[in-house]
């Protein structure tokens, strides 16, 4: 099992760096949780935060299954695949596309008309509630959340719903006025380095003061970032290499993020027709193996800005925004990523001439 499923917390109690969220999340119960939505960025414990809600709620977690149904969109019947356990489902309706409002509005209909097991089970009265837990929120069509809206509002009295998302700015302002929205920031560098140390303890390995260090500074207050470089280190690191006083981290770069680097640097150097045609070939290979336009997009920003003064920084993000615009709108993400390749050629060009 890997480190962060591993040593993933199961109660308030464990975690980290949580103290104002935990004691929040604590004073809840069946009967008085709402609609929530839990944003932040990747890696900062949202999926962790929610599995020690619903261990508190339900005083204990399943080990939850994967089921396929059957989903009737139009004329065409498509396979759903979900996460099921006892008294939370989870589901990203968002990676069925333009389906995704009959994925809403069927499971979550199923749901609303089946009661929780262990309420069945147990002998107290209590609610009979079950949460549905949505991902990747901000990805859902328009029209799939206005479904959800409805669907909330319709099965509010056996269910609650709970959004997890990486921008709440992305969702329709009737589902934010219906959902209790809690920020998951960002982990602070003591509150990594603390949890390093304690897992290499664990696992009983020994690892640089400093190489600890420049994981922090490369994870950026991501947890899971972390803690995947940290295991690939120990797990490329041999009895010869152990014994080196300083261990090189930077080649565990994740590959997509050398290559944008390098698509940045040819940005920079050659902001011709040549060189827009050599990054296309990039732009193509990175698409293919499944990194998102958007999370491109992102980082060539953030490698273009490195460096640059506050007007050329201004200007590239604007581009990086209407282009950001046109890729979630549009379906060629290519062209949108060219166009912001172009545009960001002719700001830097600009720069040389001024």
Known sequence: MIWIEKYRPTSFDKVVGRDKISSLLKSYTLETIPHMILHGKSGHGKKTTLLCLINHLYGGNSEPKIRTVEVLSGTKKIEVS???????????????????????QNIIKEMGQTKP?????????????????ITSAEELSLEAQAALRRTIEMYSNVLRVVLMCNELSRLIEPIRSRCFFLRIPGFSD?????????????????????TLEEICRESEGNMRRALCILELFCFNMNEKEAKRPKNNCKAMKLDWEIEVGSMAGVIKRNPTSEGLVEIRKSLYALLNTC????????????NLVLGEDFKTFLLLSRHALKYEERIRLGMKSIYHLEGFVAASMCVLNEKRYI
């Open 190 to 210: 003591e509150d990594i380095m603390s949890n390093m140390r304690r897992i290499l303890e664990k696992e009983n390995y020994t690892v640089p003061e400093e």
């Open 117 to 133: 097991i262990l309420s069945m089970l147990s002998r107290a009265k209590r609610t009979p509630i079950k949460l549905i837990v």
């Open 82 to 104: 979900y996460m099921e356990s006892d008294e939370y489902v989870e589901i990203s309706p968002s990676q069925y596309g333009h389906h995704d409002k009959a994925v809403i």
């Open 291 to 302: 990194i998102s336009p958007r999370t491109i997009l992102i980082g060539l920003l953030r």
